[in-house]
């Protein structure tokens, strides 16, 4: 199987940035780990702070890749763009956040993503990711 792990907006600075919230591992360890973890699936990575750069990517791989694991980060509660390319493409997406933002802000309680995905994992932490892709796998 072929994943895309697709991270949006600042979480390129996973590590350093208010890790009393994110946690202090960087993506990239945590990245690795998830490569040894599961050898049979074929990774594929991709961050950007730009949403038409994530919305190109879901297009370009949306339509011959096994599923993709995403994280909008910020863009979650604003991107219509983004809802609309999950929707436009074949391959399955699963929306991970690693904090629970049902505990935080209420901007951050809606996500446009979300009716576009196949389902949502939420609040905990990088292991998210991988109980997506262990879904993924089974699907
Ligand atoms: C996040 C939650 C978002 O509200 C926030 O803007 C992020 C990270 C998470 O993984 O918890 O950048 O998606």
Same mark, same amino acid.
């Given at each position: 199987?072929?994943?895309?792990?697709? /991270?949006? @907006?600042?979480?390129?600075?996973?590590?350093?940035?208010?890790?009393?919230?994110?946690? #202090?591992? =960087?993506? %990239? %360890?945590?990245?690795?780990?998830?490569?040894?973890?599961?050898?049979?699936?074929?990774?594929?990575?991709?961050? &950007? /702070?730009?949403?038409?750069?994530?919305?190109?990517?879901?297009?370009?791989? +949306?339509?011959?890749?096994?599923?993709?694991?995403?994280?909008?980060?910020?863009?979650?509660? =604003?991107? $219509?763009? $983004?809802?609309?390319?999950? #929707?436009?493409?074949?391959? @399955?997406?699963?929306?991970?956040?690693?904090? /629970?933002v049902a505990k935080r802000?209420?901007?951050?309680?809606? #996500?446009?993503?979300?009716? &576009?995905?196949?389902?949502?994992? $939420? +609040?905990?932490?990088?292991? +998210?990711?991988?109980?997506?892709?262990?879904?993924?796998?089974e699907l």
């Amino acid at each position: 199987k072929e994943i895309l792990i697709l /991270n949006g @907006p600042n979480l390129n600075l996973l590590g350093k940035r208010e890790p009393d919230i994110y946690g #202090s591992t =960087t993506f %990239e %360890e945590y990245y690795a780990s998830l490569e040894k973890k599961y050898p049979e699936v074929t990774f594929r990575y991709f961050q &950007s /702070n730009s949403e038409g750069a994530l919305v190109d990517k879901i297009h370009e791989v +949306g339509f011959e890749i096994d599923g993709i694991v995403m994280n909008a980060g910020a863009y979650t509660h =604003t991107s $219509i763009a $983004i809802a609309d390319a999950i #929707s436009a493409v074949k391959s @399955p997406v699963v929306e991970v956040h690693i904090s /629970n933002v049902a505990k935080r802000e209420t901007f951050r309680h809606i #996500s446009y993503m979300a009716k &576009s995905c196949v389902g949502s994992i $939420i +609040g905990l932490g990088l292991k +998210g990711y991988e109980l997506a892709v262990e879904y993924l796998i089974e699907l």
